[in-house]
């Protein structure tokens, strides 16, 4: 059988960090092995970042190589 599934969504989440200085921090998106994302974006006050989506391997080596 082909099963075909569409859906889309939107997920608001609200963090605060009641520390001083900044922390670095990790977050893993509640998604079965079906989901897929297509877009990211976070808004602190007035600022808006928009993530870019990529394979978790070449993410992480990219993060690693962005803080030696």
């Known amino acids: ?10 997920t608001f ?3 605060e ?10 977050y893993f998106f509640p998604a079965n ?5 297509h ?4 808004v602190y006050q007035d600022r808006t970042v928009r ?3 990529k394979k ?3 993410a992480k080596k990219e993060y690693d190589d962005g803080i030696k």
Do not use: H, M, P
Not at 39 to 42: H, K, P
């Open 17 to 26: 960090n009641n520390r001083e200085k900044a922390i670095e921090t990790e």
């Open 51 to 53: 993530g870019v989506i």
């Open 39 to 42: 877009s990211f974006e976070a």
């Open 1 to 10: 059988a082909n099963l075909e599934l569409d859906s889309q969504g939107d």
């Open 56 to 58: 978790k391997e070449e």
């Open 33 to 37: 092995d079906l989901g897929v994302f």
């Open 13 to 15: 989440q609200v963090y």
